[in-house]
């Protein structure tokens, strides 16, 4: 049977004096390598049209990490400070893409940025700036380092007792590549912490198991997936999950 297609959000790169449409190799090779999927590029061009139609043919949405943030003005956030990187184009296709998602029962993974972007499309609130916030660590990534040290094991994450992640991973606490600015503030309805931070702050969560499957985790286990356990078992299960989906729609 042909394999199901998951739909990749793309972030816009400019490249030279043009416009394009791009996704990390390391989301693309996850998908197809570790979900057993056949990826999908969707271009982020806020057409309410297209998204339809692109969520009529898939099987699953994997929302990608990206150097860009959510513009603030779409969780209620204080304006942002002078230099932030934004991808206006992306928010206006991801954030009506996660509802439309969620709403077919489509499986939907979310990982660093796409993670934040599914709590704000359900009604969330994000830190700007988590290393500011009393009492939180500094998440951000060395710049200056070789991209083994950047997407390295950096912190510990708790995981919530009974959850999917704690299922998989046959542990209650594992270490993880985490690396970022902005962070869960408040989560939105109907999603539930999947694992906390040393710090406390979400570095995990999903929806209610009763409305399908839907995950996000604020670390990276698209990087070298194949070298780590909790990694093979996240993008596992996504495909299963879009597999089930694909299953039901030819029926």
Known sequence: MARP??????????????????????????VAGGAGALPWLIPSLGDSELLDESLGMLDGILLPGSPSNIQPHYYGGPPSRDGMLHDPARDASTLPLVVRAVERGLPVLGICRGAQEINVALGGELYQHVQEEAGYFDHREKTDAPLEHQYGPIHHVSLTPGGWLAEWAGEERITVNSLHQQGVKRLAPGLVVEGLAEDGLVEAFRMDAARGFLLAVQWHPEWQYWNNTVSMAIFRAFGDACRSHRDKRSE
């Open 5 to 30: 297609i998951v739909g990749i959000p793309c972030d816009i790169k400019q490249l030279s004096s043009f416009p394009f449409h791009a996704v990390g190799e390391k989301y693309i090779t996850a």
